[in-house]
């Protein structure tokens, strides 16, 4: 009878085991913990394409504005969206998703800076490893302009400080 308890635990644990890794996908060594395979946030958020599902949740990661994805592997689509499961905003079935929520994600997807750092927008590592605050509506000669100040105003600190 003992052997057969024993038999019967092992079973129990492989499954459980089984379980738990079904919403697991590995990529580069971390594990992303999909919510709800199958569904979706009924939620407007900012949608991407060609984008791989870690970058995605990375990307959702760095912004104070996300608190879940909505993704789908079979076109690389990835929504980032300003909510998570509540009242008046539902999971709805679609069998090509995965929703994703943001704080049950890794910590080591990103780094540790811009985890620490109260960004309303997309936390961006300048190559000294300061991280920045940077908005979505910053892009081409502005962001190039607003990262040339940056860096003279650091050079300029760093002047005054040797």
């Known amino acids: 009878m003992g052997v057969l308890l024993q038999k019967y635990r092992r079973i129990c644990l492989l499954i459980q085991v ?9 990529c580069d060594g971390g594990l992303l913990r999909t919510t709800q395979a199958g569904h979706k946030l009924d939620s407007p958020g900012q949608m991407f394409t060609a984008m791989g599902q870690k ?3 990375r990307e959702c990661m760095r912004r104070g504005d996300c608190l ?3 993704y789908w592997r079979s076109d690389l689509r ?3 969206n300003p909510s998570t499961v509540g009242p008046g905003v539902a999971l709805v079935p679609d069998s090509l998703c995965d929703y994703i929520e943001k704080m049950t994600q ?5 780094h540790a ?3 620490s750092a109260s960004c309303p927008y997309r ?3 300048l190559s000294n490893g300061v991280p920045t605050c940077v ?3 910053m892009t081409g000669t502005v962001l190039a302009k607003v990262f040339r100040l940056i860096h003279a105003l650091i050079g300029t600190i760093n002047s005054f400080t040797q």
């Open 68 to 70: 879940s994805v909505n």
């Open 113 to 115: 800076a811009c985890l």
């Open 18 to 26: 089984f379980l738990l890794m079904k919403n697991c996908h590995c």
């Open 135 to 137: 908005s979505d509506s």
């Open 55 to 57: 970058q995605c949740v």
């Open 123 to 125: 936390c961006t590592m």
């Open 106 to 110: 890794p910590q080591e997807l990103i």
């Open 78 to 80: 990835c929504q980032l």
